[in-house]
């Protein structure tokens, strides 16, 4: 069993990481901005409270995650935003704050328009997607360069270029490379959640960027 801090457990992929982390009998700790919102969140995501702690935290802040992250095995971000230096702000942080804190291991949601869409070609530089999605795609990769930078033992699990799937899934998934998988039109969020959790318990990857399908 594992203790895993899992930052943005209140979004659609946290929860997914959140209900299935804690379905496996691993302990996490559920990192929220306003834990009030939640209070029934441990019933949403069908389990027993003694499985899962909510906290209140920023993934943003450096000093936050020092508090929050000792003592766990793993951390997965799962945290977005719409700001366009929160994945840069949020990769500072949890450089820092999870160094100080003794946690190595680092697995973070990425995002479809980092992969290569050709040798030396993320996909949101390529043809086809709109400026809005390109411009977030660019800003959530902006992280990248931060991590191959730290210590951490961090992997980036980034999903196809759809919409994610917000229904029950197929109960299994692959890992790729660096590159846009052939033909990888969907994904549930709830698969992607079995990838991050595998990831942060039993990993097979390390600093890299991997395709998840």
């Known amino acids: 069993m594992a203790n895993i801090i899992v930052f943005g457990a209140g979004g ?3 929860k997914q990481v959140v209900a299935e982390a804690a379905r496996r009998g691993h302990q996490v700790t559920a990192v929220v901005r306003e834990p009030a919102k939640y209070a029934d969140y441990a019933k949403y995501a069908e389990l027993g409270a003694d499985s899962v702690t909510i906290v209140a935290g920023d993934v943003t802040d450096a000093a936050s995650v020092a508090q929050l992250a000792p003592g766990h095995d793993a951390a ?3 945290a977005a935003g719409m700001e366009p ?10 450089i820092a704050g999870l160094t100080a804190a003794g946690v190595a291991r680092l697995v973070t949601v990425g995002i479809g328009g980092a992969l290569e869409a050709a040798p030396g070609l993320p996909a949101h ?6 400026e809005e999605a390109s411009s977030f795609s660019r800003n959530h990769a902006a992280q990248l360069p931060l ?7 961090w992997v980036y699990l980034a999903p196809p270029l759809v919409f994610l799937d917000e229904g029950a899934g197929t109960g ?9 998988v052939p033909g990888a039109d969907k994904l549930a969020y709830a698969d992607l959640a079995l990838a991050l959790v595998d990831e942060a318990t039993a990993p097979t990857r390390s600093r890299e960027v991997v395709a998840v399908s």
């Open 125 to 130: 530089d390529g043809e086809g997607l709109p």
């Open 147 to 153: 991590l191959r930078a730290s210590d951490l033992d």
């Open 85 to 94: 230096d929160h994945f840069v702000s949020a990769a500072r942080a949890l």
């Open 12 to 14: 659609r992929a946290g």
């Open 172 to 180: 299994t998934y692959q890992l790729g490379g660096a590159q846009v």
């Open 76 to 78: 997965i971000n799962a």
